[in-house]
């Protein structure tokens, strides 16, 4: 799985929030690197902006290195942002290592073009752009992909019928329809013209 790094300093206690992110500098908190302990952490505003380009809440990997503190990989936990401008407020960062299994959501990708898309005519539908899954730390899929190149009109891909890497198991229900293909509405339409221009004429002689 790709990653992304970051580097943090540990945060004094008593600095007020508002203070540091004047300042430049964005409050976080990092958990799970020494039991229960946890870390008051301050990252450079820039740094997180260039971060947040990539990284999503519980599903990116990021290399995190604190100075004289700790260093490792993890996962960005939760994200508090403003409410007027979206601007990041404060980061939790979680340490998966040594964690066991990992509970994060990987993003789905497509591959292929459906039969039903490219013969019939059918419009791809995907229903669920990421997945809730539980990984190793070790061996956390960067995405999970899904060719739908065998799929014609009518036919759908459920949770249960993905195929996960080795070790990884999805925690989404296993009926939740991910992908389907449907007929075209465009061809529906027409069919239904069709048929309507055949009905007039014999309607107009009746009269």
């Keep these: ?3 992304y790094r970051l580097t943090a300093r540990p945060r004094s206690g ?15 908190v990092l958990y799970g690197h020494s039991g229960l302990q946890s870390l008051s952490i301050e990252c450079d505003a820039r740094a997180v ?23 490792g990989r993890v996962l960005l936990r939760e994200l508090q942002t403003g409410s007027t401008d979206q601007s990041p407020l404060h980061l939790s960062f979680f340490a998966i290592a040594g964690h066991g299994a990992i ?3 990987v993003p789905i990708v497509l591959t292929g073009e459906p039969v039903g898309v490219r013969l ?18 070790e061996a956390i899929p960067e995405a999970v992909t899904i060719d739908v190149s065998g799929l014609g009109v009518g ?4 949770v249960a019928d993905l195929a996960l890497p080795a070790g990884v198991a ?19 339409d027409l069919a239904a013209i069709a048929v309507d221009e055949e009905v007039q004429p014999a309607t107009a002689q009746g009269g």
Excluded: C, E, Y
């Design 49 to 71: 902006t260039d971060l947040l380009k990539h990284a999503t809440v519980n599903h990116t990997v990021i290399d995190l290195a604190v100075p004289n503190g700790w260093s």
């Design 120 to 137: 019939d005519r059918g419009v791809l539908d995907q229903v669920v752009f990421q997945l809730s899954v539980v990984a190793p730390s």
């Design 155 to 158: 036919d759908a891909l459920r």
């Design 1 to 3: 799985m790709a990653t």
């Design 170 to 188: 999805a925690t989404s229900p296993p009926d939740v329809a991910v992908v389907t293909v449907l007929p075209s509405k465009t061809g529906a």
């Design 14 to 28: 008593g600095v007020n929030p508002r203070a540091l992110r004047r300042s430049g500098w964005i409050p976080g």
């Design 103 to 105: 509970h994060l959501d």
